[in-house]
């Protein structure tokens, strides 16, 4: 295991990966544009930055559910999923290696613009649909879909990435008895209500993401998990 060399731009990571700038936050981690000096490519890195403050119950699932991102994405073989390229340690955390897509997020988009042209949303939309397809048919559910996920690369291409609290069939769920994962906004009503998700409650979240998109805010904006699901 690497030693602690602090965080940032110039660190490298497993002897290959160089960080350069930061390119996104979330409330788990950080991702990094960084560059492979092995292969000599652009990559994005993945920093759980959650791991530095939590108990160490709690940086074990942490750890685990990385792991489980990983193992689901590697199941997928579809142009609109982000590929995952490694998994390494550093600073008694884990950190990913992903396939670098040049251009904003969806939600990023969408707070530039103002709102998204219903045409190009439905474009949009088809490229998700096409990923979470093949997502589905290899046993994976994604739980989280949400504008911030949906990458639009800057010659067309759309692909989903973020498949941290994703379900594999056949996994055992590494959760907590109650705890309901995923962003508030986005959640299928047998989500919040603590039923099983299936495919159809990711297509849930793909449409509240597009009307988002489309209108500039959610459909299901909620104060809490437990308030109603209804529209403004």
């Given amino acids: 295991m690497e030693h602690s060399q602090g965080t940032g731009a110039g660190l490298l990571l497993a002897g290959r990966y160089r960080l350069g700038e930061s390119i996104g936050r979330g409330g788990m981690g950080k991702v990094w544009r960084a560059h492979d000096e092995v292969l000599h490519r652009v990559v994005a890195v993945k920093e759980l930055t959650a791991g530095r403050f939590v108990a160490e119950a709690d940086r074990l699932v942490l750890h685990a559910r990385t792991q489980k991102e990983a193992r689901a994405a590697a199941r997928i073989t579809h142009p609109g999923v982000v590929t995952v390229h490694d998994v390494l340690e550093h600073d008694n955390r884990p950190w990913i290696v992903m396939q670098y897509v040049d251009g904003p997020s969806l939600a990023d988009a969408a707070k ?110 909620r104060t809490s998990r437990s308030a109603p699901c209804r529209p403004w």
Avoid: C, M
């Fill in 112 to 221: 530039e613009a103002g709102t998204i042209e219903p045409r190009e949303a439905a474009r949009i939309g088809l490229h998700v649909v096409g990923a979470l397809r093949a997502a589905h048919a290899a046993g994976v559910l994604h739980r989280d879909v949400k504008p911030g996920n949906v990458l639009l690369a800057r010659d067309g291409r759309v692909l989903i990435t973020d498949f941290g609290i994703a379900a594999i069939e056949g996994d055992s769920t590494i959760t907590r008895t109650g705890e309901i994962v995923g962003s508030i906004d986005y959640l299928a009503p047998e989500r919040v209500q603590g039923g099983d998700p299936g495919p159809a409650s990711d297509l849930w979240s793909l449409g509240a993401t597009l009307y988002t998109a489309v209108e500039g805010t959610s459909p299901f904006r």
